[in-house]
């Protein structure tokens, strides 16, 4: 069981290039959920999802999109890379309404630290 | 929209000893879940502890506890005992109850606890 996992690790990209954030898990959870960590600040929620083909806009989605085609996988795209997406993105999951408790605690996967030069 | 607010940006304490960080929130709702989030230098991010709003007892992990108190508003995390192992960012986290917290988390800006030997 790997739990939540993310591709790369690291990433340097020039000004107006784009790139996929792969994220991945294998814990059969519903909820899955894309944040991004500033220097200095706590996480803001991008993009979530429900469940497959079910996407919606989090808290700071410009310049950024999802897809949620199987239960497993949330790529996270950049189109047109901009120095102010520098950052650490990280995803998570949760079961959701059945099955994940109460709490619904979501799980972290290790983050992919991003620089846009 | 909620909000969560850390006020102490780091927090220095000696080994052995107790600490307690502080955070405080802003919400209409009268269900919700709070979660204090320890990140190391790894950036992985570990659930310490969690409490749900109905509950009045305050939530105990080991040497983390909280004082919980709804009516201000405030969620703050004791670590007792402290070990050289606790050095790490702090963070608080707020979550609706609706819709199992499909929304995901709403994070404060975090304590940078460090941890004098």
């Known amino acids: 069981n790997a739990g939540v996992t993310q591709t790369p690790k690291f990433r340097i990209l020039k000004i107006g290039q784009s790139m996929t954030l792969q994220c991945a898990q294998d814990?059969?959870?519903?909820?899955m959920y894309w944040y991004r960590q500033d220097p200095g600040m706590g996480l803001k929620l991008i993009y979530y999802?429900?469940?497959?083909?079910?996407?919606d806009k989090g808290e700071v989605p410009n310049g950024y999109n999802v897809s949620r085609s199987t239960t497993e996988d949330f790529p996270l795209r950049l189109e047109l890379a901009a120095p102010s997406q520098t950052s650490v993105y990280f995803c998570?999951?949760?079961?959701?309404?059945?099955?994940?408790?109460?709490?619904?605690?979501?799980?972290f996967g290790p983050g992919t630290r991003l620089t846009v030069l | 929209a909620q909000t969560v607010t850390q006020s102490q940006p780091e927090m220095s304490v000696q080994e052995a000893e107790t600490v307690t960080l502080s955070c405080t929130y802003d919400?209409?709702?009268?269900?919700?879940?709070l979660f204090w989030y320890k990140q190391p230098p790894s950036r992985q991010m570990i659930l310490v502890i969690r409490?749900?709003?109905?509950?009045?007892q305050n939530a105990t992990e080991n040497r983390f506890s909280v004082n919980f108190q709804k009516a201000a508003k405030s969620f703050s995390l004791k670590i007792s005992d402290s070990q050289l192992g606790d050095a790490a960012m702090y963070f608080c986290?707020?979550?609706?109850?609706?819709?199992?917290?499909?929304?995901?988390?709403?994070f404060g800006k975090g304590t940078h606890l460090i941890i004098q030997p």
């Open positions: 409490q749900e709003a109905y509950k009045q």
């Open positions: 986290a707020y979550r609706s109850a609706v819709g199992g917290g499909a929304d995901g988390l709403t």
């Open positions: 814990m059969n959870h519903n909820y």
């Open positions: 999802s429900v469940g497959a083909g079910i996407t």
């Open positions: 919400t209409s709702e009268s269900d919700y879940y």
């Open positions: 998570a999951s949760s079961y959701g309404l059945a099955g994940g408790g109460p709490y619904n605690e979501q799980f």
